[in-house]
């Protein structure tokens, strides 16, 4: 109910009558319909790329009440929701999955490394492969193998037949938030954008806090394959919510599978993909160990380990929330900010994490750190200009790499015997890192800019 009470009380209505069509093929240069000669970064061919996408997007759209904006939003949040809740829940139930088919937890562990291959590899090659779809059937069709996945992984007889279907159940990962952050911006205004592409992401911000515990909850009183039943059950639900509320579209006229490889020869996609990458590896690598920094650094009890986690899930929905709303704003701005944001509470988190208190305050405002999230998905959306889909999908594979990078290179510091709380100092080199990548991107755009 709160969930709905925040995404109403933010959506705005978008009935409109279709925006006079502009023909900008006088300024298009002849390369940009052949493959990859589109390569390019120039501002006319940039700006004109992205004003026909933009205007694709609006005259494919009917004119949708306030009403029917909200149910959408919604179809695409509970489909986040599920996704997220499925992919943290394995978390707190691998011993239950390691006894259940006699491995070890670090053998068990496999099974997270498996799915976070499959969104790294799943969200490029469906965007790809799926050009020439339309948006709602691709939606379709990815939350229905998501809730296959999961059910058929609730019944895996061993454990490889288990780490293959988790495999298989990340694939449309990244291509499903993509393509629902498509879906959401192209129902509202270009200033609200952002807002929309937030509200969505709260599926996932709320599966941290309330979706997660609860399924470990059922696996661990349960089953640990009720869980995955139940993530399932919320893919079904997903599924037949768009089938309802989602209308039906059209493909973007020139849509194909060159256009979508073309925005990999852009250079503001991959920057801003590697914004993501790692400036989004400290919050893992910080996340990734918090349990252990909370028993043995702090000096808490076991019982602590969940208020601790509560707080972070809590920050990335404040996160969330607030920093939909600075991206509309100002989306550079945003960014940029964030990554000084976490520069400094990473290394607070470094230095005094030994501090209880002061440890639950520096997990609150590092999970706040999420509030780069939306603003970076906005801004693929704008480098990407006509190639979105596939960029978009791609924001998930970066988040992926970041949460491998910095559990890699925390597990490093803490093997070197500098304990637990080192993983902060990881954390803002890493978002030291992700702010250069932001400078380098941003001096690019004032380059073209002034050309």
């Known amino acids: 109910m709160h969930n709905a009470m925040l995404i109403s009380s933010s959506v705005i209505s978008v009935t409109r009558s279709p925006p006079e069509r502009v ?105 790809v492969a799926a050009a020439r779809m339309t948006r709602r059937s691709l939606l379709l069709i990815l939350m229905t193998v998501f809730a296959l996945g999961n059910i058929l992984s609730a019944a895996a007889p061993d454990f490889w037949s288990f780490t293959a279907l988790r495999f298989i159940t990340g694939l449309p990962h990244g291509a499903y938030f993509g393509v629902a952050a498509l879906v959401a911006a192209s129902m509202v205004p270009p200033n609200k954008r952002a807002r929309a592409v937030g509200r969505v992401m709260l599926g996932l911000t709320v599966a941290t806090l309330v979706g997660t515990p609860i399924a470990t909850f059922m696996g661990q009183i349960l089953n640990w394959r009720a869980a995955f039943f139940l993530v399932g059950g919320i ?109 400094v509470v990473m290394g607070a988190f470094g230095l005094w994490a030994q501090y209880p208190a002061v440890l639950c305050l520096c997990v609150f405002l590092i999970g706040c750190g999420f509030a780069a999230g939306p603003a970076l998905q906005t801004r693929l959306m704008d480098v990407a200009a006509d190639a979105q889909t596939l960029a978009a999908a791609s924001n998930h594979s970066a988040f992926n790499i970041a949460n491998a990078l910095g559990a890699w290179l925390g597990g490093l510091v803490i093997a070197w015997g500098w304990g637990f709380a080192a993983t902060g100092y990881v954390g803002a080199v890493l978002s030291l890192l992700g702010f250069g990548v932001f400078a380098i991107s941003a001096a690019l755009d004032r380059k073209v800019a002034a050309a």
């Open 235 to 343: 893919g079904v639900v997903t599924v037949a919510l768009l089938w309802y509320f989602q209308p039906r579209d059209t493909v973007q006229e020139g849509a194909g599978i060159w256009r979508e490889l073309s925005a990999f020869g852009r250079t503001q996609v991959w920057l801003t993909l590697g914004i993501a990458a790692v400036g989004f590896g400290g919050m893992f690598s910080v996340f990734s160990y918090i349990a252990s920094t909370t028993t043995v650094t702090a000096g808490m009890s076991v019982g602590m380990v969940a208020i601790v986690l509560t707080l972070f899930g809590i920050g990335m929905n404040v996160g969330n929330i607030i920093g939909s709303r600075l991206a509309d704003l100002s989306l550079k701005g945003t960014i940029g900010g964030v990554m000084l944001f976490n520069i």
């Open 23 to 127: 023909d900008v093929s006088h300024i298009l240069p002849a390369s940009f319909s052949s493959r990859f000669n589109v390569m390019t970064d120039t501002a006319a061919d940039f700006q004109s790329a992205r004003d026909r996408s933009e205007a694709q997007d609006f005259d494919s759209a009917p004119a949708l009440s306030r009403l029917a904006v909200i149910l959408i939003e919604i179809a695409l949040a509970v489909g986040g929701f599920g996704i997220g809740t499925g992919e943290f829940a394995i978390m707190g139930l691998l011993p239950d999955v390691a006894a259940t088919y006699q491995v070890s937890i670090p053998m068990a562990g496999y099974v997270i490394s498996a799915y976070a291959l499959g969104v790294v590899i799943g969200a490029p090659i469906i965007a």
